[in-house]
């Protein structure tokens, strides 16, 4: 049975923070990262581009061969975990043979999640999370004249407008009754939905798929008001479910991902989980949440990795912030931290409806905990700072809001610089 | 990989003119437009004025964040490069950062950091008021860090020597050509002449009398060149064995203008020996021959009574081929020193007389080495200066606004008895001191 001090499950973000992390700490210890995916490490955020053609599929990714090399890293690509044995320490693979592990850590990120509409099985529907999904995405989308897509969040919006430009007929369908629902508030929202209105998409909000059938074009989608919809291309981009499959029957705990502590540890004796797949503590509460999110990846990868290597500087988990950046027909819109406004809180909005220019800001006792601006841009990282180390904002508040990039350096140079 | 260049930011000097970011948008973007430079400064008049600009982190959060490959840190320039073909204007990179060092340009709507001009940033030398620097100390780093070093390691000086830092890079710049001579003091004691047969050093080494180092160094060097070989002559002495018992053959072959490099390890006592006083030591030190006590005959004791001698002041009225002060405190300074007399050895006597706090005598904690030498120089309490005959004396380092000698002697325990009028008296002979050389300076120079 082969042997491996660190095993690292996955190949992504959190992974790769992890494998830098050991690697500060512990030059030499025996390193293995598997992954299920055939390709060198790359970003799920960044295949939006590969499907619209902007960015080439042999030119996204994030680390190469040599990399893995000089880190004394053992890449295996192309083997996926299959059950994870805590009891004696051993990970089994899809074919069957098993790694022993002394401190194994599950950042296998999450998988589109496939809504369960009657008929869904019967038609053929592509899904984005990985490279091989966005080349079949790309040459579709070339070939599309009409076609759908199911959820309008960031993933689902993104692929809608590289059909629209494209040239296809698009209609977005979600369920919320808001586009982008839970990164961006209704007027942000209403900002995004003109836009792709304005570029000929047709937006159904708070309507639902009932039925999937095959037809002559591809699908025939019935909604629940009884419209029925043709589509030549159908993309599901509902949400996503973590991967945790390999842990059914495990001790490990799971939620709705696998429940981790401050330092990332499971509820398991070296076993520890980050990123899309783990469920740690968000910021704004202390009940776990799960951060889908890329920074947050790559922080409590980083984190899993310190402590596995038992390196000393690790500092605790301060909890998940949301952290969205979303580029849409030449604007942009950011948002930090969080978007529901807690009893006592204060709201502050400015919109210049000539510009498109939307800022919102929520604050408590004086601190700032969530900002979003569209076509506004300030600095994400130094808001994401504020609200961490909840920077009480009081004395210079009208100041921060009529230019929250100026205000935050400023704050940024006296309080962290 | 070595240590890098930055841009460094004094607040205190800033007056908010945006010169400098004027000149950043000028040289990358071809416009004026202050809000597309790449350094920003932030703030107002009444608070003062702030930075934000691209730290070129050790451990960058912003590549970290990066989807799509497209920005990494360049281990050889240290610089975070930016790669356009590759970035998707995701701005991400800009959430990840918290400094405020990559930001979203409107005028081509992608993020931009600063890249350091390759080397030579615009924003440098437009700053009028001399706020942003590009420090370069990394230079010593990067170009002796691989030198060898010419002391065997293990010598067994106490611990946080300010004198063992000193001779290992003095020897490393000097070369592995070399015959140093090393009289009874510290430098010998912790093991650099050796024991049972064995030296401490790469080079050969010898050990003089406390009386006679120059003139042994002299001898020697002028043997080499009978011989025709062609050898660095360096002597690292202590205060007192240069500035009492060896002053007179210093003297002599200065007179001479022997061809040899004499620096002086001034830590202002005999500290190998027990921490006795010398002719170097300031006035009000305690030593243990200058002790702080009852004292006898109605006259309590208060450390020296003396003032010091100002060793290289007296050299420089031998009219040496070279004479300077330096500290480890500026290493770049104590460097470009050290090539002049390294130089200047080759044509005549080269005198460097570097100030060395030492911890164990002036009974301060191990790790304030560095700021101990530095609080000297910013009271002015030591002067950095340089003499040779053609351009006489000038400073190297001048401190305008000295802070007061009190943040010198609070830095370590053998002033801690001191009265005010002590302390006073100290300060007077500061501004003396200063006054003093300052007249050396003017009257060299016209
Ligand atoms: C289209 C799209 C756009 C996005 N845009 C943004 C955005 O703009 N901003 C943002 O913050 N986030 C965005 N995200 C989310 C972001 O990509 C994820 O949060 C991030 O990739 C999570 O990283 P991770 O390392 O946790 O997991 P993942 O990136 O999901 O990687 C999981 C890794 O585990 C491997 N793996 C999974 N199961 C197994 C197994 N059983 N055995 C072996 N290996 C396995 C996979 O092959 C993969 O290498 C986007 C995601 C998508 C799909």
Redesign the interface.
């Known amino acids: 049975m082969e042997q491996t001090k660190y095993l690292v499950v996955g190949s992504s973000?959190a992974a790769l923070?992890a494998v830098?992390a050991i690697r500060m700490h512990d030059t030499e210890g025996s390193l293995m990262l598997l992954t299920r995916d055939p390709h060198l490490p790359y970003?799920?955020?960044?295949l939006p581009?590969v499907v619209s053609g902007?960015?080439a599929p042999d030119?996204?990714?994030?680390r190469d061969e040599k990399f893995f090399a000089r880190q004394k890293v053992q890449l295996k690509r192309g083997t996926a975990l299959k059950a994870l044995h805590v009891e004696r320490n051993a990970a089994e693979l899809a074919d069957g043979s098993e790694i022993a592990y002394e401190k194994v850590l599950l950042a296998t990120g999450a998988s589109p999640a496939i809504p369960p509409i009657p008929g869904i099985d019967t038609v053929s529907y592509h899904v984005l999370r990985t490279l091989d999904d966005a080349t079949k995405l790309n040459a579709a989308i070339k070939q599309s004249k009409q076609a759908v897509v199911l959820g309008a969040g960031l993933v689902g919006m993104h692929a809608a407008e590289n059909l629209v430009k494209a040239g296809a007929r698009v209609t977005i369908v979600e369920m919320a009754k808001q586009l982008t629902d839970g990164y961006f508030d209704t007027t942000a929202a209403g900002l995004i939905e003109k836009a792709f209105t304005d570029n000929g998409a047709t937006i159904l909000t708070g309507s639902r798929v009932v039925k999937l059938e095959p037809s002559a074009v591809g699908a025939k989608l019935t909604l629940e008001n009884g419209t029925a919809l043709e589509a030549d291309l159908l993309l599901v981009a509902t949400g996503v479910r973590p991967n945790m499959d390999f842990l059914a029957g495990s001790r490990v705990e799971q939620d709705k991902g696998i429940l981790v502590g401050d330092s990332m540890q499971t509820s398991v004796a070296n076993v520890w989980s980050a990123g899309d797949c783990a469920q740690a503590r968000g910021f704004f509460t202390d009940a776990k949440v799960m951060n889908a999110i890329?920074?947050d990846a790559?922080e409590q990868g980083?984190i899993a990795g310190m402590a596995m290597a038992g390196d000393p500087g690790l500092k605790a988990y301060p909890g998940g912030v949301p952290?969205n950046?979303y580029?849409f027909f030449?604007r942009?819109a950011?948002s930090?931290g969080s978007s529901r406004v807690p009893e006592g809180g204060e709201v502050v909005t400015r919109f210049d409806e000539a510009s498109g220019r939307y800022l919102k800001a929520i604050f408590k006792d004086g601190c700032l905990l969530g900002i979003y601006g569209v076509n506004e841009?300030f600095?994400?990282?130094?808001m994401?700072?504020l609200i961490l180390r909840r920077v009480d904002l009081s004395a210079v508040k009208e100041r921060f809001l009529a230019n929250p990039?100026?205000?935050?350096?400023?704050l940024?140079?006296?309080l962290?610089? | 990989m070595g240590a890098y260049n930055t841009i460094a930011f004094d607040?205190e000097k800033c007056d908010g003119c945006g010169d400098c970011m004027t000149a950043c948008a000028t040289a990358k973007t071809g416009t004026t437009e202050i809000s597309r430079s790449r350094i920003?400064i932030?703030?107002n008049a009444a608070?003062g004025f702030?930075?934000?600009l691209c730290r070129q982190c050790g451990d960058p959060?912003c590549v970290?964040?990066c989807?799509?490959?497209a920005l990494g840190k360049d281990y050889a320039s240290g610089v975070i490069d930016w790669d356009g073909?590759?970035c998707?204007?995701?701005?991400?990179c800009?959430?990840?950062?918290?400094?405020?060092g990559i930001?979203?340009d409107?005028g081509t709507?992608h993020v931009a950091k600063c890249d350091m001009c390759d080397g030579a940033p615009a924003c440098v030398p437009a700053c009028p008021h001399g706020a942003l620097k590009l420090v370069t100390t990394s230079r010593i780093y990067n170009e002796v860090g691989n030198w060898e070093d010419l002391f065997a390691p293990g010598l067994a000086g106490c611990q946080g020597c300010n004198t063992e830092l000193l001779m290992r890079h003095t020897l490393r710049r000097v070369g592995p050509e070399t015959v140093l001579a090393t009289p009874p003091g510290c430098v010998p004691g912790m093991g650099s002449v050796g024991f049972n047969g064995t030296t401490g050093t790469k080079v050969p080494v010898f050990h003089p009398l406390l009386t006679n180092t120059a003139a042994m160094l002299a001898g020697i060097k002028r043997q080499y060149k009978r011989v025709g070989r062609e050898v660095n002559a360096l002597a690292i002495a202590g205060d007192g064995g240069a500035s009492d018992v060896g002053f007179q053959s210093l003297s002599g072959a200065a007179e001479r203008n022997e061809q040899i490099l004499f620096m002086v390890v001034d830590n202002e006592g005999y500290m190998n020996t027990g921490m006795q006083r010398s002719s170097c030591t300031p006035y009000g030190a305690w030593t243990s021959t200058t002790p702080v006590g009852q004292g006898s005959g109605g006259m309590p004791s208060q450390g020296k009574t003396q003032d010091a001698k100002n060793l290289p002041l007296i050299m420089v009225n031998h009219r040496c081929e070279y004479v300077a002060t330096a500290s480890t405190a500026y290493m770049e300074d104590l460097y470009d020193k050290l090539d002049k007399a390294i130089q200047a050895s080759k044509r005549g006597f080269a005198y460097l007389h570097v100030y060395s706090p030492c911890t164990t005598g002036w009974r301060f904690p191990t790790d304030q080495n560095m700021e101990v030498a530095r609080k000297a120089v910013e009271t002015n309490f030591v002067m950095l200066w340089e003499y040779n005959p053609r351009d006489g004396l000038q400073f190297t380092r001048p401190v305008d606004q000295p802070l007061p000698v009190t943040e010198y002697l609070k830095a370590m325990g053998r002033f801690r008895h001191l009265s005010p009028d002590q302390i006073s008296h100290i300060q007077g002979k500061v501004v003396e001191n200063l006054a003093f050389v300052k007249q050396m300076a003017q009257r060299q120079s016209a």
Do not use: N
């Open positions: 973000h923070e830098t970003s799920p955020t960044v581009y902007r960015s030119a996204i990714f994030l890329l920074p790559a980083r952290l950046t580029h030449g942009h950011i930090v841009f600095d994400g990282g130094v994401c700072q990039l100026a205000t935050g350096r400023e940024m140079s006296k962290w610089r | 607040a920003q932030a703030g608070e702030e930075l934000a959060k970290t964040v989807p799509a490959g073909g590759k998707v204007d995701c701005l991400l800009t959430v990840g950062c918290a400094y405020a930001a979203l409107a709507g």
